[in-house]
Every structure is written in structure tokens, then in C-alpha cells.
């Protein structure tokens, strides 16, 4: 049972585009909302990340929305370039128990 | 960030031998370390949870008998693939933890890609 669900699979943007992903879960327990971005052959890395007590968090182009009512939160990458094309990762845990609950990731591609 | 390194980062064997994968946390302690592996194309599967000095977890349909981790130290843990098939082919990866000032995320190292033939 996938407690987290990603959507959409894969995404192609132009230069200077908006990508936008999204995240849904089910566990209210969950209280930490990380953003991974990796790239082939390469390990995750930690992009940005939020907590339920924050509706939105911004890290230079990286926006992290978050409903908490909705259970949904998602990531946008304002004036996407062609750096960013990697596989995006969502994930969900409970930080007293470290575990991560991975979405199934979202392969974006940013066209020149 | 809080850096982890992995060694080594691709390994080629053959079929039946043992594999032993490193991960270290090198600026910051981690009582926690988990291990990964991941197929093309898809998502990170957990295999196993590692606290220090104490038995690993390992997730439901991982075998611990072939799937050895040994978390000896708050920077050391070790994953070793015992009697390595083809099917164990897989890029492995460990991410750590942290202690002081690093409590709330986990930081994933570079990855090791095991080649069985």
C-alpha cells in the first residue's frame, strides 16, 4: 500500500516554464514533508522541505505548498532550466520514527 | 548539507561471492542509518533500518541472512551482500540520520551500483 502518491510520472517544461508536482498522503501522523531531486547514477538529494504547521515554504526557486486538510502538498520550480531536469522525489515520515515514505517519483524534463 | 559518502560507488562480481558496501556519515554522527535499493526507473525501496550498536530492522520480504548490516559506530555502517545472484543487481543506497542539529531529515550518500554476472 503506498502511503504516498506522486503525480504526474514524468513532466516535460520549457526553459523559464513553471514544473509543478504533486504529492498526496493518507497517514495524519505524518509530520515531515521532504522534497528529494536526484540525478541518473546518483544518490537523492535534500531539495527543500516543510512541516503541517506551514502552508508554503520557499527556497529560492523552490516552492513547497502544503494542504494540510487536503493531505496534499506539492512542489514548484519557478523559471525551470534545463539544470533541473532530474527525477524529483516526494516523501512523508513521522520525525520521531525517521523512516521516509517515498512517493514513486517524477521525471522532469526541461526543453532549451 | 550534511555529507555521506558510499564505498565503493560500482562493484562487479560474480555470482556466489559477497559484497560489502560502506557508508559514512563524514561531518555529523548518525544513530540512524537506513539502506535502500533502487531499480531503474522506480522509486527507493527501504531494505533495513540500522541503529548503532544495536540489530538492524529489516522490512518485510528482505532476507536479513542475505542482507548484512552492521552499523559498528555513529559514522560507520556496512551492508553486505552475502552469496550475490544476478536478480541482486540493483543500485544500493545508504543515507543517514543525525544527531545534534541535523535531527529532522535524512541525508543520502552517493549510491553503489552492484553489478552481479
Known amino acids: 500500500q503506498q502511503q504516498v502518491k506522486q503525480s504526474p510520472q514524468s513532466l516535460i517544461v520549457q526553459k523559464g516554464g513553471i514544473s509543478i508536482i504533486n504529492c498526496a498522503y493518507e497517514n495524519t501522523a505524518f509530520d515531515y514533508f521532504p522534497w528529494y531531486q536526484q540525478f541518473p547514477g546518483k544518490g537523492p538529494a535534500l531539495l527543500i522541505a516543510i512541516r503541517p504547521d506551514v502552508s508554503e515554504k520557499k527556497e529560492g526557486r523552490f516552492t513547497i505548498s502544503f494542504n494540510k486538510s487536503a493531505k496534499q502538498f506539492s512542489l514548484h520550480i519557478m523559471d525551470s532550466q534545463p539544470g533541473d531536469s532530474a527525477t524529483y522525489f516526494c516523501a512523508a515520515s513521522i520525525i520521531s520514527w525517521g523512516k521516509l515514505q517515498f512517493g514513486a517519483g517524477t521525471q522532469v524534463v526541461v526543453t532549451p | 548539507g550534511a555529507v555521506v559518502s558510499q564505498h565503493p560507488s560500482r562493484v562487479i562480481c560474480k555470482s556466489g561471492t559477497s559484497v560489502k558496501i560502506e557508508c559514512r556519515s563524514l561531518?555529523?554522527?548518525?544513530?540512524?542509518m537506513f539502506w535502500y535499493r533502487q531499480f531503474p526507473k522506480q522509486s527507493l525501496m527501504l531494505m533495513a533500518t540500522?541503529?548503532?550498536?544495536?540489530?538492524?530492522?529489516?522490512e518485510q520480504g528482505v532476507e536479513k541472512d542475505k542482507f548484512l548490516i552492521n552499523h559498528a559506530s555513529l559514522t560507520l555502517s556496512t551492508l553486505t551482500v552475502t552469496s550475490a545472484h544476478p536478480e541482486d543487481s540493483s543500485f544500493y543506497i545508504c543515507?543517514?540520520?543525525?544527531?545534534?542539529?541535523?535531527?529532522?531529515?535524512?541525508?543520502f550518500g552517493p549510491g553503489t551500483r552492484l553489478t552481479v554476472l
Open positions: 540500522s541503529n548503532e550498536g544495536s540489530k538492524a530492522t529489516y
Open positions: 561531518d555529523f554522527q548518525a544513530t540512524t
Open positions: 543515507s543517514a540520520w543525525g544527531t545534534s542539529g541535523i535531527t529532522d531529515t535524512q541525508y
